[in-house]
């Protein structure tokens, strides 16, 4: 997987999981681990691909914004 694959995963969770999903992260981050041995793990695997299928059905529901509505949302922030 790449930082690009990996991007757009975290870009399809639900907002209310970011937490847990970075508690994921700093924890592999601050263990000697791989991710090798991060992407076989079962836990997070289950955990991601719940995430994902949550995210795929609120897009199906029509409950997401569009890149360009969060641009808009978040210009003040990325402005420069």
Known sequence: MTRQQLHQLV??????????????????????????????DPEFVAYVTE?????EEA????????MDEARERFAKWLKP
């Open 59 to 66: 897009e199906a529901r029509g409950d997401f914004v569009t």
């Open 11 to 40: 870009d399809r969770v639900p907002e209310n999981t970011l937490p847990r999903l970075g508690e994921i992260l700093e924890d592999i981050l601050d263990k000697d681990t791989t991710l090798d041995q991060v992407w076989d």
């Open 51 to 55: 995430r994902i299928r949550l995210g």
